[in-house]
């Protein structure tokens, strides 16, 4: 939602992706400087609101983002293994270790399966939407994993190197 209004008012010309990159927070900075906000190239609520973006405006969309990741990477999976996966999205973005944003964290390169094979690209369904919901409520059946794979189909053993948190379905939630 912020890189498309700073793209409206001129502030940013690359894609529109969700991804709190140089590029976006060089956008940010610009925009706040000519606004008089401190330029920290965050997207703090005093930015979101100079910009124009409420905030339920941003959690619909963090909504959205979520129910899309959670509904392409799990949707045959049980209600609480699909919750486990969109809990995983929010340890990674409280993890130092990862992005601090729920784009950054869905966007990075290579972190999900899904943003590369076409799934993303699919409409939730109201289940991925509930989930979500959970997931951001704070429920967290992966009790602080920051990975998750199905151990049928991964394909770096990189991943079998992570120790076992819980297993719910096919999929094994790591630290």
């Given at each position: 939602?912020?890189?498309?209004?700073?793209?409206?008012?001129?502030?940013?010309?690359?894609l529109?992706?969700?991804?709190?990159?140089?590029?976006?927070?060089?956008?940010?900075?610009?925009?706040?400087?000519?606004?008089?906000?401190?330029?920290?190239?965050?997207?703090?609520?005093?930015?979101?609101?100079?910009?124009?973006?409420?905030?339920?405006?941003?959690?619909?969309?963090?909504?959205?983002?979520?129910?899309?990741?959670?509904?392409?990477?799990?949707?045959?999976?049980?209600?609480?293994?699909q919750?486990?996966?969109?809990?995983?999205?929010?340890?990674?973005?409280?993890?130092?270790?990862?992005?601090?944003?729920?784009?950054?964290?869905?966007?990075?390169?290579?972190?999900?399966?899904?943003?590369?094979?076409?799934?993303?690209?699919?409409?939730p369904?109201?289940?991925?939407y509930?989930?979500?919901?959970?997931?951001?409520?704070?429920?967290?059946?992966?009790?602080?994993?920051?990975?998750?794979?199905?151990?049928t189909?991964?394909?770096?053993?990189?991943i079998?190197?992570?120790?076992?948190?819980?297993?719910?379905?096919?999929?094994?939630?790591?630290?």
């Amino acid at each position: 939602v912020a890189q498309a209004k700073l793209t409206e008012m001129g502030y940013y010309d690359s894609l529109i992706d969700g991804v709190l990159s140089a590029n976006t927070k060089q956008a940010l900075i610009n925009f706040q400087k000519d606004q008089n906000i401190l330029e920290t190239g965050e997207l703090n609520s005093v930015t979101l609101t100079a910009l124009g973006v409420s905030s339920d405006e941003q959690a619909n969309s963090d909504l959205y983002l979520l129910a899309k990741l959670i509904y392409s990477e799990a949707r045959g999976e049980i209600y609480t293994g699909q919750v486990a996966v969109g809990a995983v999205v929010l340890n990674r973005v409280d993890d130092a270790g990862f992005p601090n944003t729920l784009q950054g964290v869905i966007y990075q390169p290579w972190a999900f399966t899904a943003l590369h094979d076409g799934q993303f690209n699919l409409e939730p369904n109201a289940t991925a939407y509930q989930a979500a919901q959970d997931a951001i409520s704070g429920w967290d059946p992966s009790y602080g994993s920051l990975y998750y794979y199905n151990p049928t189909t991964a394909t770096s053993s990189w991943i079998f190197t992570r120790t076992t948190v819980v297993v719910i379905g096919n999929h094994v939630f790591a630290i």
